[in-house]
């Protein structure tokens, strides 16, 4: 079976840094494009970055130059660096597989795995 599993989550001051991992297991991780997304209490699940396939790169424009997503495909793993954080970053950060005929900016709606998500809280 599919399984993704985040980790790396926590709580950080306002301009602090996180690094979050996903590993994946039971699907052709290569073939696959990756995404993350956050979602906070009362809110949509949002995109904030993917790298597909092909390894081409996407950033909610909120997170640009903050965020970093990079994937290890000998290891099965995408990462998320995280970078001057900002309280509104705060929400459940969720690890997302989306096969390689999905086309378009990616939405939640066109990823048909994810995690479980792991927590990530900046204060002020």
């Known amino acids: 079976q599919v399984q993704l599993v985040e980790s790396g989550g926590g709580l950080v001051q306002a301009g602090g840094s996180l690094r979050l991992s996903c590993a994946a297991s039971?699907?052709?991780?290569?073939?696959?494009?990756m995404g993350w997304s956050r979602q906070a209490p009362g809110k949509e699940r949002e995109i904030v970055a993917d790298i597909s396939w092909t390894d081409a790169i996407y950033y909610v424009d909120s997170v640009k130059g903050r965020f970093t997503i990079s994937r290890d495909n000998a290891k099965n793993t995408v990462f998320l660096q995280l970078n001057s954080l900002k309280p509104e970053d705060s929400g459940v950060y969720y690890c997302?597989?989306?096969?390689?005929?999905?086309?378009?900016?990616?939405?939640?709606?066109?990823?048909?795995?994810w995690g479980r998500g792991t927590q990530v809280t900046v204060s002020s």
């Open positions: 039971g699907l052709s991780f290569s073939s696959y494009s």
């Open positions: 997302a597989a989306r096969g390689r005929g999905t086309v378009g900016t990616p939405i939640a709606a066109l990823y048909a795995y």
